[in-house]
């Protein structure tokens, strides 16, 4: 049966009258939003121990220390405001309240401005016990605010505090169903596109399933994690830097994957207008390629996410089909230039898409928003169906009436073709790879990067045959 979702002011209320839950409000940016509901709805002496805002740049660097990056809404004051927070409610009230299960909620937001240059986007973050002297869970979420006026963020960023603070301790047991109530009273309002949760309440639960709903469940259109397989931000490490892009199945990764990932990097490195220490790879696998084959399956999501973590990838889980809507959302992070690297048949796909869904003039206009200032393309290669020739982007079959701009794509460098490719690897297919090393066929393991092939023998990614191992006796 599908969930009821509450109204803010009886979430906040059922927190008042639990007299276990108990803790401290620390609220930066957008006033003492979050803290107001449970002022308002009454019973607030039995949940708030106290409640603060510290404005002043000055004065909050006196409390929670300066930020190297001068910046205030930012993953590493929300650590520090919840770190000190903490500290102070354990020294204080630890042998005074002997029963009852602390929190610290922490926010720190920036509001849609008057000239609208700031669009509105804030950290908010929860410590908290779930039993009396129990260790510390910890939750923390990035929301972007999408009301158009300040008052509007204002009032979402109370309701999101709210819907966090309930989900830990009323929806603790269900970490779908705990996602999901975040944008209760908010779906069109707020994008949760981060969530990191851990603790020892929730031991054994993987962050990258957590990107994975915040994207299913269309929350945000953009999720991403790390090598190490946390949950991370764009906003924390991609700020002004430039960034290539490589989408694929990855299922698995093969030889062309890995060679088309190192060369693309290679070449956008390479580019004289890209500062190679400020260039970030990251690997991308749509929604829509999760679902190809009919449902989402999420242990076939764990199987690509396994091997390109252990391949040291930063990975984006996107609903982004089409390519605008990943240029939109970087573009929010100033990324200098962007590289995205593209299979010639899906640049081919691309195009005809494009084309012949824009009869009515708009063409112009749909490889405009495609094709921007910054934005550059990469073309691997591949051989032509019942041919030994060699296909990519100068010989690519282009509809005729479109050749003349995707001639001017071209010339101006913002369609190219990779260069240092290896010819020898491009027989490989990833679905005939798939079928070799579910039947357990002979060769499967030379199409694949060594690493990726004993991964997936020892942990049967990708359906690979479990085998009983045999015993003498």
Request: aromatic share 10%.
């Amino acid at each position: 049966m599908a969930r009821q979702a509450l109204e803010t002011e009886q979430k906040a209320l059922e927190i008042n009258l639990d007299d276990k839950i108990y803790g401290t409000f620390a609220e930066i940016g957008a006033g003492q939003e979050v803290a107001r509901y449970f002022f308002q709805v009454g019973a607030a002496a039995g949940t708030i121990a106290k409640t603060m805002s510290a404005y002043d740049k000055v004065y909050s660097d006196k409390i929670y220390g300066p930020e190297a990056s001068g910046r205030y809404v930012c993953e590493s004051r929300l650590y520090k405001m919840l770190d000190h927070e903490c500290d102070l409610m354990n020294t204080r009230l630890q042998n005074e309240r002997p029963d009852t299960n602390f929190f610290v909620f922490a926010d720190t937001v920036s509001a849609i401005n008057f000239q609208k240059t700031i669009k509105g986007d804030g950290w908010l973050g929860i410590r908290f016990q779930l039993g009396p002297d129990e260790e510390y869970n910890e939750i923390v979420i990035h929301a972007k605010m999408l009301d158009n006026d300040n008052r509007l963020q204002q009032q979402a960023i109370g309701v999101l505090g709210v819907n966090l603070i309930y989900a830990c301790y009323y929806y603790h047991q269900d970490p779908e169903v705990l996602i999901e109530s975040l944008i209760d009273n908010l779906r069109g309002r707020v994008a949760v596109d981060m969530i990191r949760i851990s603790g020892p309440d929730f031991e054994g639960l993987d962050n990258r399933l957590l990107c994975l709903m915040l994207v299913k469940h269309k929350m945000t259109d953009v999720a991403m994690f790390g090598p190490d397989g946390k949950s991370v931000h764009p906003s924390e490490f991609l700020y002004k830097k430039n960034v290539l892009v490589v989408r694929g199945s990855f299922r698995p990764i093969t030889l062309v994957n890995q060679d088309m990932i190192k060369s693309s990097f290679e070449q956008f490195r390479n580019e004289p207008d890209v500062e190679a220490r400020k260039t970030f790879l990251l690997t991308e696998v749509t929604l829509d390629n999760l679902r190809s084959g009919g449902e989402l399956d999420e242990k076939d999501f764990m199987d690509r996410a396994t091997l390109l973590c252990a391949l040291g990838q930063t990975v984006i889980i996107s609903d982004c089909e089409e390519h605008q809507k990943m240029i939109a959302y970087l573009s929010d992070y100033k990324v200098q230039k962007l590289g995205l690297v593209i299979g010639v048949r899906q640049l081919l796909n691309i195009i005809n898409q494009k084309f012949y869904d824009n009869q009515d003039g708009r063409l112009l206009a749909a490889f405009g928003e495609l094709f921007t200032r910054n934005v550059k393309m990469y073309v691997y290669p591949a051989m032509q169906e019942g041919s030994e020739e060699l296909m990519n982007s100068v010989n690519l079959p282009v509809p005729e009436g479109l050749k003349f701009l995707y001639q001017h794509l071209l010339d101006s460098h913002q369609i190219e073709d990779i260069k240092n490719y290896k010819e020898e690897n491009l027989h490989i297919f990833s679905k005939l790879v798939l079928e070799m090393l579910q039947n357990d066929e002979e060769g499967w393991e030379a199409l694949v990067p060594e690493k990726v092939a004993n991964l997936i023998r020892e942990e049967c990614l990708f359906g690979f045959p479990f085998k009983q191992m045999e015993f003498e006796y």
